[in-house]
């Protein structure tokens, strides 16, 4: 059975105008593999899923404004390069070729090849090979590597650059047994209490804290052992940032919340009950969402309102209204100032790990399956009824279901529905979500 989780991410880091965004759209607008059941969830170009041969990755450009002095692109470059140094599995970085090699390219080179993490060095409007190839030998004076020759807007090698973009992924069979402890990402709107909220686990635990050697991106990583039980928690705190402006501010935010979700099994979203939930809680709930990661909702501060006997209930309906993607996700409120229910949050991450990555015997989802048929008629139209073959789990984190049925255009999503809320019935699989593929099968009699 395949585990889902783990995708590996791609940075794009560059100076303004080499053409990230070409790159970006040729890739995405091809290659996307779109998830329709996040309504609500506007896509920006922050980040895109993308498939290449038989390997998918999630990719994201560290970029956006544009400034207007060469200080300031450099020391904006930096952090952009930062950010891909802590996210990322491997790094494009695009130069372009008409502008030359300049001095900004040359500064982050040096920072990307300290990180040692895999950097693919690109030149960009490379719009005739025979024209401009002696321009990009130029580039290997960075001393990154060899320079990839493309044209982002002629879409010309992209391909050869995709091969070698992905032969710098981790292995899968090693990256599979080497390391099974549970992760946990802690994310949420910067002032939320994330930081108070690992801090105060941590410190009720009296664990082992370590900063995992290797790679800086691990730095944020925190080994937790509870109950003998060890964890590893994922921690997007410290996106506060003086003088930034707001779209930038949120496009960090978003691009650290990808990073950390995509190496997660189970999400904490911690919402600032003073504050209420908001449509930035919703963006990031769709990260989670789109990723299949099991998922907690922790409304924190709770101390800090005021409260009669029905404002859990209320505040619970307004989170349930504004998240209505993911009616699976566990509620739980919680205080990290007073410790309120922090031991109730431990509990809810095991138990949502534990569903995240539950597996059903075939038998029994095909019982359940036909007792669900037996009790609400599949849909017919046009004369023909559809039928329900047969169900088999293929996968888990999220729990993946296969369901055989006569004609793909007559499984409806409500129907679809119906059958998941059966399974839900039967096995809780609280916190996660569930994925189900419908394939065609000819009748059989
Ligand atoms: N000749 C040529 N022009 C290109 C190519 N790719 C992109 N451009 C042009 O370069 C300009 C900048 O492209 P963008 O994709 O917006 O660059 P960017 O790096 O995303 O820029 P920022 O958003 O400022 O970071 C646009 O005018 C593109 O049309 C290319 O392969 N050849
Ligand atoms: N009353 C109350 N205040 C809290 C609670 N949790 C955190 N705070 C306060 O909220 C503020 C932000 O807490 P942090 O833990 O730094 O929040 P964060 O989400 O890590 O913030 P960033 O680093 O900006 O992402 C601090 O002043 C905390 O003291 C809580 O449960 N109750």
Redesign the pocket.
């Known amino acids: 059975m395949s585990d889902t989780t783990r995708k590996p991410i791609v940075a794009v880091v560059g100076r303004p105008n080499v053409g990230k965004s070409t790159l970006f759209n040729a890739l995405a607008g091809e290659m996307i593999s779109i998830v329709k059941d996040s309504p609500g969830i506007t896509r920006d170009r922050i980040y895109a899923d993308v498939t290449w041969l038989d390997r998918a990755f999630t990719l994201i450009d560290t970029g956006g404004i544009e400034p207007d002095s060469s200080d300031i692109i450099l020391s904006q470059m930096r952090e952009q390069a930062q950010i891909a140094i802590d996210t990322a599995d491997v790094i494009l970085f695009m130069v372009d070729v008409k502008q030359g090699l300049v001095d900004s390219d040359s500064k982050v080179a040096d920072m990307l090849r300290r990180s040692h993490k895999p950097v693919v060095l690109v030149v960009n409007k490379v719009d005739s090979f025979d024209k401009f190839m002696a321009d990009v030998y130029e580039f290997y004076n960075l001393g990154i590597g060899d320079p990839n020759p493309i044209s982002a807007a002629n879409r010309m090698g992209i391909g050869d650059l995709l091969d070698e973009v992905i032969r710098h992924f981790p292995d899968r069979s090693e990256a599979e047994d080497e390391d099974d402890r549970p992760r946990i990402a802690i994310v949420?709107?910067?002032?939320?209490?994330?930081?108070?909220?690992i801090?105060k686990l941590i410190g009720e635990n009296r664990v082992i804290v370590s900063d995992i050697a290797g790679t800086t991106r691990d730095a944020i990583d925190t080994e937790v052992v509870h109950n003998g039980k060890e964890y590893i928690f994922i921690d997007?705190?410290?996106?506060?940032r003086k003088n930034k402006i707001k779209e930038e501010l949120e496009r960090y935010m978003i691009v650290r919340t990808v990073g950390a979700v995509e190496r997660a099994d189970v999400v904490v979203l911690?919402i600032d009950a003073q504050e209420g939930v908001t449509e930035q809680d919703a963006k990031i709930a769709g990260i989670a969402h789109e990723r299949g990661k099991g998922m907690i909702i922790a409304v924190?501060?709770?101390?800090?309102i005021e409260k009669d006997d029905k404002t859990i209930y209320r505040f619970q309906e307004k989170v349930r209204n504004t998240l209505a993607f993911m009616p699976y996700a566990e509620i739980i409120f919680?205080?990290?100032?007073?410790g309120q229910r922090l031991p109730k949050l431990f509990e809810t991450i095991d138990a949502v790990i534990e569903n995240h990555a539950l597996r059903i015997a075939t038998g029994v989802l095909n019982e359940i399956m036909a007792e669900a048929v037996a009790m609400q008629q599949p849909p017919s139209d046009k004369g023909k009824r559809l039928r329900l073959y047969y169900i088999t789990q293929a996968a888990v984190k999220p729990p993946t279901f296969v369901i055989f049925v006569n004609d793909k255009e007559l499984m409806h999503f409500s129907y679809t529905r119906y059958i998941e809320n059966k399974i839900r019935e039967a096995f809780g699989f609280r916190g996660t979500p569930l994925k189900f593929i419908i394939r065609e099968r000819k009748e059989t009699r």
């Open positions: 949420g709107k910067p002032n939320v209490g994330k930081s108070s909220i801090n997007t705190a410290g996106l506060r911690v924190n501060k709770w101390d800090a919680i205080s990290a100032k007073t």
